[in-house]
């Protein structure tokens, strides 16, 4: 019994160019030649394209890919040591494992839809891939645009200091490498640079440096976003305590609570270290512990050594000094849509309600009027007023 085995012509194939002895394969070749070998390599697009429509079946649209470049692709298989990426070209890419980001490794997965950067395309030998892509390397692409675009915006990224350099850091944020100047490590001038290193701290990018390639961050412009809020919270008779950034005449400047500053004057400073301030032995870094003293268009903080003397506040007592109702003469402060602002002593304001004036009432700030109070709540700091 013999076996045959018979083919069918298929429709549209020139088997004349496919012939290797053909004059019209020999007219299109191009001769190349390994380095360190001497055989020859056959190559044309348009004929390897040709075949590789025939063979699947479905004519597709190639895109050849070229170095430094995204495509999309689907994982095909995995081995110990590659994936092999189908991006739609007579050749797989292929991602090796070894050099990815070991975080990233989940996303890779047999099946799965997948974004690669083409790193090297090349004739393949016996040690060499064809082409050579990374899934790790287009996402740290992607996060580096996302971060440079966020230049000027206040925006915050958490990185850690990975180098001290001449001049400044080094960090890591998320696998993108930034550089941030020594003189935007803090608020203040770092008394220990390597203080830093190792640590997690929040930065904003704030500008791109075109001939190193490297985006520049600051630690300060993160810390300044924080002032406001920071403010609100301090407390006054509460102790506290900060480290010393520097000395003048008039005083020792301290920062504390990580982004605030303030001047503890000659004369708040306690006696015990008096001699200390005057012989300039206190140093920046040293430790110290003060109170809030005042805080001044809510932007000035003064601080001082000395607790400070408990304040009787003129709303303490203001039920036994006052009857309701009582007639009180008092001082126009400011007229608002609903009402006018009356103060009867220093910081001691009241409303009087629109609805208790008349359509035709007039008044000016700093203008005298008598006035009748009908409310007073201590607990919220406010009094009612009716004419």
Not at 66 to 86: H, L, M, P
Not at 92 to 115: H, R, W
Not at 359 to 377: A, T
Request: glycine share 6%; hydrophobic share 35%; aromatic share 10%.
């Amino acid at each position: 019994m013999t076996n045959k085995t018979s083919f069918e012509a298929i429709p549209g194939f020139d088997w004349e160019l496919h012939n290797s002895d053909s004059p019209k394969l020999k007219e299109n070749k191009k001769i190349k030649k390994h380095e360190g070998d001497n055989s020859k390599v056959y190559c044309h697009a348009d004929y390897a394209q040709t075949l590789y429509e025939l063979y699947s079946g479905k004519s597709l649209d190639l895109q050849e890919p070229i170095e430094g470049t995204v495509v999309n692709g689907k994982v095909v298989s995995i081995n110990d040591r590659y994936a092999i990426i189908d991006i739609n070209w007579r050749e797989d890419a292929m991602v090796d494992l070894q050099k990815e980001n070991s975080e990233y490794l989940k996303y890779i997965q047999e099946g799965f839809p997948i974004e690669v950067l083409i790193e090297k395309v090349q004739n393949p030998t016996n040690r060499e891939i064809a082409i050579q892509a990374s899934y790790s390397k287009n996402i740290l692409s992607k996060k580096k645009e996302e971060i440079k675009s966020s230049i000027g915006q206040p925006v915050g990224y958490l990185g850690t200091v990975k180098e001290l350099i001449h001049g400044g850091y080094f960090l890591d944020i998320d696998g993108v490498k930034c550089f941030m100047p020594g003189s935007l490590g803090g608020m203040n001038k770092l008394v220990d640079f390597e203080s830093l290193l190792g640590k997690q701290i929040y930065v904003m990018p704030i500008n791109y440096s075109r001939e190193k390639d490297y985006i520049v961050v600051s630690h300060r412009e993160y810390l300044k976003q924080l002032v406001p809020k920071e403010m609100e919270k301090l407390m006054f008779g509460q102790k506290y305590t900060g480290f010393v950034t520097g000395c003048s005449r008039h005083g020792i400047f301290v920062e504390f609570n990580s982004c605030l500053t303030g001047l503890i004057a000659k004369s708040d400073i306690e006696d015990s270290l008096i001699n200390d301030f005057e012989n300039k032995s206190i140093r920046p870094g040293h430790e110290i512990e003060f109170y809030i003293s005042e805080i001044i268009d809510n932007e000035k903080i003064v601080l001082s050594m000395k607790e400070p003397k408990p304040q009787i506040s003129a709303w303490d007592d203001i039920e036994s000094r006052y009857k309701i109702p009582s007639s009180v003469t008092g001082r126009v402060r400011k007229i608002v849509k609903y009402g006018v602002f009356v103060e009867i002593e220093p910081k001691v304001v009241g409303l009087l309600h629109k609805s208790q004036l008349d359509e035709n009432s007039e008044f000016e700030v700093g203008q005298e009027i008598e006035v009748k109070i009908v409310k007073i709540d201590k607990d919220s700091k406010k009094l009612d007023f009716t004419m």
